[in-house]
């Protein structure tokens, strides 16, 4: 190819073209877009999109990956040719758009949030994970870890929960009837208060971002310790351990739309009617007041005595007056 043709003759029948994905910043929800590369160039490359030939900035181009049009192969996007950010991101869209929220890459599970109660297990689901970290407790009796990361809003918390739901709510097979029920009850103890600790949790570490109404603002460890006999092996305890926690958002009024402070410091200004530097009324709602009840009753489920209940309602009061 001549360096002198011009893009319309290099995108001329018989020039020998291929196929690329197209990164489009000027129109972000598409993303990216097939294109045709008809003249190479190291950094202002010619590419048609049927709208005629025009030059673009190398960067903006990855190789096309064919595999990408079988979207069964796509169930695993670790089946691609080409883990480039492209077919990656399409292929997430693609599965959403069909109401297939999960979506695996290799052992990594990707989920899209759909913002409704989650659908039923067809295909990878987040079950299959704790399954996998299950067997490996259970029949390899070998320490297993599940890893959930992602943006606030993302779906951590419920991904979380199920995971753990699952944990202790699957039953062993190798067991006496006695021995099953007595099992069944303390794992029905057990999921009681984990479930109520959630208020408890939430308050004191969630906060209103602009991204997302009820956002952790800490990093959470769950252990789960499994205990038994070979394949009768099941969930004996639970405990949690919270890091991380943002303080920034104790120590100062957070601001910017859509920005609260921690949950448990909004009950306690909408309940007692304090903190209105720290806590504007433009920023309290109608649930905040009644919210505070059900902390205090999470605590409580938990055990915790009074006077650390008081004690905490106090702290509270004293962090609104800063």
Known sequence: MRPEQTPEEAALPGNKTRRAWLETPENPEAG???VEVVREDALRPTVDDGA?????????LSDYDATFEDEALCADLSNLAS??????????GRRFRRGLIYTRVGPVL??????????????????????????????ANASQAVVISGESGAGKTVSATKIIEFLIGRSSRETSRKSFERRELAKEELLSRLKASIPALEALGNAATALNENSSRFGKLVKLTYDGPGGARDVVAAHVEEFLLEKARVSRRARGAGERNYHFLCQVAAKHGVGA????????????????????????????PWDDLKLLSTVGEAVLRL
């Open 32 to 34: 990216w877009r097939v």
């Open 277 to 304: 530097t720290y806590a504007p009324a433009s920023t309290l709602r109608a649930a905040d007041a009644p919210a505070l009840a059900a902390t205090d009753q999470s605590f409580r489920d938990l055990g915790v």
């Open 52 to 60: 005629g030939p025009v030059e673009v900035d190398a960067s903006r």
């Open 110 to 139: 990707m989920a899209v949030n759909p913002n409704t109660p989650l659908p039923a297990a067809a295909g990878p689901h987040v079950t299959d994970v704790a399954l996998v970290a299950r067997r490996g407790a259970v029949e």
């Open 83 to 92: 883990l480039d950010a492209a077919p990656l991101v399409l292929g997430l």
